[in-house]
């Protein structure tokens, strides 16, 4: 008969210490972008698209802006030129005046309307951004375990940061008059003009400049592998410092310092071969440059003044041009640059593409973690929706594991990224409500590979398991969570306070009595309350400002106020001080009564009273008793208890 839960939470406590889920009234809005997430992911151009023409109406102010300060560019040097050529001419006041006060109104309106412009495909590009981000994220926490096995954490934070990155400067680097969009509309205009305003000068000057930035746009094209090469370098370069300094202590007692600064000398080494190349590009580009400036100035000076002396041409139109040459020199400039960002752009939007193209999400999780679509309402940022799904979840996997054992049946398994090594050859464990069963085995054994399947991490290639009768996959990835808790005992805490740790499993979703009555149950709360900030103190990062002890209580508190039927327990390979251990083994006795409790034990001492041991062999359970049961006869495990020399109880 299995005993009673002991009871830690009461849901409809109040008030909670963090409610993290606020819920948005614009289920419009997260309809429409789970729409579009559907049909793509979140880096395909269709996808991007869809999300620019969600912004259609700013979009088209921002272009109106834009045709209007072109158009203004345009028409300053032409009124310019007339200006002067009144004055040349002496002609009476009333024709200067109403030039001069166009002349006026186009330099007040073009700046207040850039910047219009620059702001709403900022706020746009923004907008497009941080939806893209969040669905980036989305899409890679939806990942199967293998892809976080085959991807370090560093590469793919550094999609998130770095990549993203390259796609928001290319927006904010190009809204500026002397590039993009503008620059191109502006180079374009400015040879039509300049063809208007003289058919001998203006072609010649266009293609001056335009053969000169053609040329820059090649020489520039070329430099793509270097860039490429920079990228590469750049994110390896990333990763070795993040292990270096995430395993410091290991690479201190291994006095691998110069190791680790060798591998990172020779990426910095490449980054700085890819640098000069860039610098020898940048320094011929803009000589380049300079040498087109000079040659259309030359071109104007001679030709123009040809035309200008043979009355072949006004002076209005000499000095117009003039004004043309310069900006058309730095629009055509800006266009090259431009491109030379996109490809920039590109090769980051290519890395993301070709990461996810790899990826496997779990179909478990794209329901679970729908897109969500708060960014469209950032303004107001009290309706940002995070509903944690494992918070809504029904408790149809509680009342399965209620109902009936948690089963093995007739289980294998290989890890995805070593298809040929068969770790579970047909494994059958049965695990009655309420009982404590324990899993033993040689080091490799695969103890672990049967917490990462009860813990759904993976799918069996073949057999079932079965909690209450029912297949587990027929449960959501909410309901698993809320009937299963993994207790790690060398468990990695959030960076936060230690109330946030413990609240975790429920969102945040609970008072600090509850907290508090949990970390008491956990032996924790002594401790807790004797550091300076008590429930507020800050674990660090992965918990790291805590002792293994005070971790691992932590981590069982966090368990006992989460409250699931199933606990798992990964048991340390460590050994912890006399008191600290007692203290543990009460606080697991507390987390474990009433609840069906499969234990993974290193360490057999702890295990001798578990009401089942599995011994695992090659991928099968090869004996299964009670500890009394499996040394009374020459069994495996009994071998395995003697060498690991504990005194055999009788
Ligand atoms: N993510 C993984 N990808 C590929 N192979 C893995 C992975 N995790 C474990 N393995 C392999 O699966 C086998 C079983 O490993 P598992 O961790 O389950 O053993 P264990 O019994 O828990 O060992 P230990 O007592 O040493 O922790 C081992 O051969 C291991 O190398």
């Not at 040809?306 to 209005?316: C, F, G, K, T, Y």
């Amino acid at each position: 008969m299995p005993k009673q839960e002991p009871k830690i939470c009461d849901p409809e406590a109040a008030p909670t210490i963090g409610d993290v889920g606020r819920r948005d009234s614009s289920h419009n809005a997260i309809a429409s972008v789970a729409r579009i997430s559907r049909r793509r992911g979140p880096m395909d151009s269709k996808y991007v698209w869809d999300l620019l023409m969600r912004h259609f109406a700013p979009l088209c102010l921002a272009g109106g802006c834009l045709i209007f300060c072109t158009c203004s560019n345009l028409a300053a040097p032409v009124i310019s030129g007339a200006l002067v050529q009144t004055l040349v001419d002496a002609q009476p006041l009333s024709k200067y005046s109403p030039l001069l006060a166009a002349l006026g109104t186009l330099y007040i309106l073009e700046p207040l309307l850039t910047r219009i412009y620059i702001r709403t495909v900022c706020q746009v590009g923004e907008r497009v951004l941080a939806a893209l981000r969040l669905e980036l994220f989305r899409t890679l926490l939806m990942q199967k375990i293998e892809f976080f096995d085959k991807h370090s954490h560093t590469e793919l934070t550094s999609l998130i940061s770095v990549e993203v990155d390259a796609l928001r400067s290319f927006v904010f680097n190009n809204v500026s008059r002397d590039r993009g969009l503008r620059a191109l509309l502006e180079a374009v205009g400015a040879v039509v003009v300049l063809y208007c305003l003289s058919w001998r000068l203006g072609p010649i000057l266009a293609l001056v400049i335009i053969a000169t930035g053609l040329t820059a746009a090649m020489y520039k094209r070329q430099t793509k592998t270097v860039e490429a090469k920079q990228l590469n370098s750049l994110a390896a370069m990333v990763d070795v410092a993040d292990q270096a300094f995430s395993n410091i202590k290991t690479v201190r007692s291994f006095a691998g310092e110069a190791l680790e600064r060798e591998r990172f000398g020779v990426y910095v080494s490449d980054s700085m071969a890819s640098g000069i190349g860039f610098a020898n590009a940048k320094a011929n580009l803009e000589s380049l440059n300079r040498f087109a400036v000079h040659l259309s100035l030359l071109a104007l000076y001679g030709l123009g003044g040809w035309l200008v002396s043979n009355q072949l041409m006004p002076i209005r139109t000499l000095l117009s041009a003039i004004g043309f040459t310069f900006s058309l020199v730095f629009a055509t400039q800006g266009v090259v640059q431009t491109f030379s960002d996109a490809r920039r752009a590109l090769v980051s939007l290519r890395r993301l593409q070709s990461l996810l193209a790899g990826s496997k999400p779990d179909a478990g999780m794209a329901t679970a973690l729908p897109p969500g679509a708060w960014w469209e309402h950032a303004s107001n940022q009290s309706s940002i929706v995070v509903e944690p799904y494992g918070a809504d979840a029904g408790d149809a996997a509680v009342q399965a594991a209620r109902s009936g054992p948690l089963e093995l049946q007739n289980v294998c398994f290989t890890y995805p990224l070593r298809p040929t090594a068969h770790v579970l050859r047909g494994l059958d464990i049965s695990l009655p409500f309420g009982s404590q069963t324990a899993i033993v085995g040689r080091s490799g054994a695969g103890k672990s590979t049967v917490v990462a399947l009860l813990s759904r991490f993976y799918e069996p290639d073949s057999g079932v398991i079965l909690l209450g009768g029912q297949d587990i996959t027929s449960f959501s990835r909410g309901e698993w969570a809320r009937a299963v808790s993994l207790v790690s005992q060398e468990p990695v805490l959030f960076s936060g306070s230690i109330a946030d740790n413990i609240s975790y499993g429920r969102y945040g979703r609970c008072s600090l009595e509850q907290v508090i009555r949990a970390a008491q149950a956990a032996n924790a709360h002594d401790f807790i309350t004797a550091l300076p900030q008590g429930y507020d103190t800050l674990v660090g990062d992965r918990g790291l400002l805590l002792s293994g002890g005070q971790r691992q209580r932590v981590a069982i508190a966090r368990a006992l106020l989460k409250d699931s039927p199933i606990i798992i327990l990964d048991e340390a390979t460590s050994s912890l001080d006399a008191k600290t251990e007692r203290l543990l083994s009460q606080a697991i006795e507390r987390l474990t009564t009433g609840r069906t409790t499969i234990v993974v034990a290193h360490r057999l001492s702890t295990i001798q009273a578990a009401d089942k041991i599995v011994m695992l062999e090659d991928g099968k359970a090869v004996e299964q008793g009670t500890h009394e049961e499996l040394i009374a006869q020459p069994t495996r495990y009994r071998d395995l208890v003697s060498s690991q020399s504990l005194t055999l109880r009788r």
